[in-house]
């Protein structure tokens, strides 16, 4: 049997760095998260409710979270009393999740928390090369890599930008 070269790679492997890294940073947030008994989910439904009123359907797209899982959230939220259902404002039939204010202020401490992880990502970057990083990664996810290709064998989405 004739032993088989492998092709030559002619560049780094982009899908490698760019799942290790965000994986890697994902699990440093859920550490540091944990610390205050948050998931990254409670904390992402946390603060986009806090930015305008969202039904619990919203807050799911915006976390890239199917139903149940965000069920189990905002059920976690509400027994921590952080969040709680309500009424819409603007549409009697629809329920919206509202933080409470010590939502509020766990929302404010969990986003220095995210903060805080970022920075010290950031960190092992040299300074000058650092928004130079952030500026180049936006524009691939907003331009080229901003939505994913069809496929009949679709790759694992990757959770959406809490922008």
């Known amino acids: ?10 560049q780094p492997d982009l899908s490698y760095l760019l799942d290790h890294t965000s994986h890697v940073l994902r699990t440093q947030i859920a550490a540091a998260l944990a610390e205050i008994g948050l998931t ?3 904390h992402c ?3 986009h409710a806090l930015e305008r009123e969202c039904t619990q359907s919203e807050l799911a797209e915006i ?15 509400e027994k921590a009393g952080l ?9 009697r039939r629809a329920r919206i999740i509202a933080v409470t ?10 986003q220095r928390i995210v903060d805080e992880v970022h920075e010290q990502a950031l960190g092992a970057l040299p300074e000058g090369d650092r ?3 952030l500026r180049l990664l936006d524009h691939l996810a907003t331009g080229h890599l901003s939505s994913p290709t069809p496929s009949p064998t679709p790759a694992r989405r990757a959770r959406q930008s809490s922008r």
């Open 63 to 77: 976390g890239d979270m199917d139903k149940t899982t965000m069920v189990v959230t905002v059920d976690a939220l």
């Open 131 to 133: 928004k130079t990083f």
């Open 83 to 91: 969040a709680e259902r309500r009424p819409s404002s603007t549409d």
């Open 40 to 42: 990254a989910r409670m």
């Open 1 to 10: 049997m004739t032993a088989m070269t492998p092709p030559t790679r002619t």
């Open 101 to 110: 204010e010590e939502g509020a202020r766990t929302a404010e401490r969990s």
């Open 45 to 47: 439904v946390l603060v």
